[in-house]
């Protein structure tokens, strides 16, 4: 699946993901392949990601928004 995470200035990672976990306002969860549609509100905290060569990877956000919608995950960061 893909991720998008950007900021008002620019975009900080852009990619293919095998799994994504997000800081949620209630608590942090995981975004996996076919996952059903959403949005969620972020708090800060980390965002992270295991890309498709197995690595793990860690981004500051100061919040945000999140939308998951056909295997695309968009995160909107502060």
């Not at 620019?10 to 959403?38: C, K, R, W």
């Not at 992270?48 to 968009?74: H, M, P, Q, Y």
């Amino acid at each position: 699946m893909k991720i998008e995470i950007v900021t008002p200035d620019t975009t900080i990672y852009e990619g293919e993901v095998s799994l994504a976990q997000l800081p949620g306002l209630d608590g942090s969860f995981e975004i996996l392949y076919n996952h059903a549609p959403m949005i969620a509100v972020l708090k800060k905290g980390k965002v992270k990601v295991i890309d498709d060569k197995k690595a793990t990877l860690f981004f500051d956000v100061n919040g945000g928004v999140a939308e998951i919608l056909k295997n695309r995950i968009l995160v909107l960061a502060e």
